[in-house]
């Protein structure tokens, strides 16, 4: 793998489950375009732009109540209790593998002085 897509991948493989999306149900967009293809057959271009019209403004009051409603709750966290002990638990292990490291470094050498 490249040097350069490995930092891209990493950052959209933590931020995917924190990306909420839905999908639109496919029959009410055929439903809305065969609504749409019925009134088209006649001369009546204004009324058919005020329906278009009034049914874009309903979707869109529709998908900013979504929105609100999206919102107002509250994120989820991002890890459970038992995984952040277990990263906790990760991490003092690391720490106290490197501080173990750097303190038994310098006896190694006096032992080979001596």
Known sequence: MHRALFPLLLAVSLL????????????????QTSEDAAPAATDNAPAIDTLALQRLRQENQRLRLQLQEAQSQAPLPLLSEEQKWFAVGGSVGVASF???????????????LN
């Not at 490197?98 to 080979?112: I, M, N, P």
């Open 98 to 112: 490197l501080l173990g490291l750097l303190v038994t470094r310098g006896r190694r050498r006096r032992q080979w």
């Open 16 to 31: 995917a489950p924190t990306v909420h999306a839905q999908e639109a149900p496919a029959a009410d967009v055929e439903e």
